[in-house]
């Protein structure tokens, strides 16, 4: 079996007395589309957070290409992070740049590109996600989908290896998540990238996954294949996908169900 | 009851402790990093702008009002025992030596540094210093050297404009108002202040400058919570900046004089 891309072992992190993860096993081979599933404060972010090296485990640690990311080198650290690409949640563009300079942010600090050959390569990825034409807006003048997927290209601009989704359709239409969706598997397709996309929504789950992942109270309960995830009994798993707030899932047990007859016992 | 005291305490000396060495940490690794590719000049450029140049207008409507109240105080002060021509001579002294670059650095540390402070703190809450460590940037060689850079550059340079409006300021006063000699104020303001005066006046400013951008950037740079932690954050570097341009004003003061 080949090495996997990403690799995720025991990885347990706290913040004081709250425990977010505990014990994550996760393992994303070349090419692989992962998708990791888990209600709000579930522990997805700070799995991300931790894949990039912007958090340190507690325990445990997070293989790049067969390398520990909490034990590399701080230049290690960015050569690794030029191999991935990071797509924010709320984006998190430079608002004091346009478009273009965001995107075009990496490829004048890291390659050695001539300005023509920026010029380029900024239009490409912004044609990629659908944006041409955008790149003397700033930040402020862009909608939530337009930011997200201005971020989108500013992560692909290197050409990474590896792109990592933080929720990319959270507090967007259905419309414009389904836009979203499909940039996601057109880059995945266009570029062969690996990916892992954390997400709420399911329908794009199921569209982009290769595997479908849940985390739950900092725990991973299931890595499957998204039909063999559907049809898993776990009542967990099913409370997630029927989208029911009665279950195992909340901790704190959810207000009473109302008809318009009144409560329904 | 003796003990919580002792604890509490031992936890303050501990987290005063803790926030010293931190700050020691990030100026270490800022200067570290003054010399290391890429080298982004327009950021640069753009810091220049923001620190120095967009300064002037304060720093001269600063000075002049100070250096004027101050030659209003002197002139009746001397007054009193009939040595109204000291008047200009002790002007220059306290232009030079204290009032030019101590007011300006604390004007300078409300107006550049606090902006700092609020601009690395939102980028801090809004996830974009994170984005530039994604996009392996250095935040600490991005953002900090730069405004390092360019407070240590324009201070100095803000410094000798004070001292230049702070001549103009008293000769306002002096010659316009108290009826002294042109001739005699410009010779006389000079008379006390030896070369020495300035070079301690423009190493206050390269000191002052330090002081306000990495109090500026670190205040930014570790704000945390939201719109309360990037409120906070400006407040907080103004404060410490000013505390700390005092204090080593004394020292700076005791140490170059000797």
Not at chain 1, 230 to 258: E, H, M, S, T, W
Not at chain 2, 116 to 136: K, P, R, S
């Amino acid at each position: 079996m080949s090495v996997p891309v990403i690799e995720v072992v025991n990885l347990s992190k706290a913040f004081g007395p709250k425990v977010v993860l505990s014990k994550v096993n996760l393992s994303v081979e070349l090419g692989e589309s992962l998708v990791v599933l888990g209600g709000s404060g579930s522990g997805k972010t700070v799995l991300l957070r931790n894949i990039m090296g912007l958090l340190r485990p507690d325990t445990g640690h997070v293989a790049v290409d067969g390398r520990i990311v909490h034990e590399m080198s701080r230049e290690e650290l960015f050569e690794t992070r030029m191999k991935i690409g990071m797509c924010f949640q709320m984006a998190a563009l430079f608002d004091s740049m346009t478009v273009f300079e965001n995107v075009a942010f990496a490829l004048r600090r890291h390659s050695h590109m001539k300005e023509k050959e920026v010029q380029g390569r900024v239009e490409e990825c912004l044609a990629m996600v659908g944006l041409k034409g955008t790149e003397q807006l700033k930040p402020a003048e862009l909608s939530g989908g337009m930011k997200r997927r201005v971020g989108f290209a500013r992560a692909i601009a290197l050409k990474p290896k590896i792109l990592l989704f933080d929720e990319p359709t959270t507090g967007l239409d259905p419309v414009m998540t389904d836009v979203i969706g499909r940039v996601i598997l057109d880059l995945k397709h266009e570029l062969g990238v690996t990916t892992i996309t954390i997400t709420h929504d399911l329908k794009s789950a199921f569209e982009i996954g290769d595997r479908i992942a849940l985390l739950f109270r900092g725990e991973c309960l299931a890595v499957q294949p998204p039909e063999e995830f559907k049809a898993n009994p776990d009542p967990v798993i099913q409370q997630f996908l029927r989208g029911d707030a009665d279950g195992p899932f909340l901790l704190d047990p959810p207000p009473p169900k109302r008809t318009p007859k009144g409560v329904n016992v | 009851m003796l003990t919580p005291l002792l604890e509490r305490t031992g936890a303050t000396v501990l987290a005063v402790m803790e926030e010293a060495g931190d700050f020691a940490v990030l100026s270490g690794r800022t200067i570290g990093s003054i010399f290391r590719r890429p080298f982004d000049g327009a950021n640069l450029l753009h810091q220049f702008q923001a620190v120095g140049v967009n300064s002037i207008p304060v720093v001269v409507l600063t000075s002049l009002a100070v250096s004027m109240v101050f030659a209003v105080q002197l002139s009746f002060g001397f007054k009193q025992f009939q040595a109204e021509g000291l008047a200009s001579q002790v002007e220059g002294l306290a232009v030079v030596r204290e009032l030019a670059p101590v007011i300006t650095g604390l004007m300078m540390s409300g107006r550049v540094g606090s902006a700092m402070a609020a601009e690395l703190g939102t980028m801090q809450v809004t996830e974009q210093i994170d984005a530039l460590e994604c996009l392996a940037t250095d935040p600490i060689h991005y953002l900090f050297v730069p405004r390092l850079l360019a407070a240590l550059v324009m201070l100095p340079l803000l410094t000798a404009i004070a001292v230049y409006i702070g001549y103009w300021g008293g000769y306002l006063l002096l010659v316009t108002t108290q009826g002294q000699s042109s001739v005699v104020y410009s010779a006389e303001f000079y008379k006390l202040v030896e070369l020495r005066d300035l070079r301690i006046a423009l190493t206050k400013g390269l000191v002052f400058g330090a002081i306000i951008a990495l109090v500026g950037c670190w205040k930014g740079y570790r704000t945390r919570g939201g719109a309360e932690g990037v409120g906070n954050a400006p407040t907080s570097s103004v404060v410490t900046s000013s505390l700390w341009i005092l204090v080593s004003d004394f020292f700076l003061t005791k140490l170059l004089l000797v």
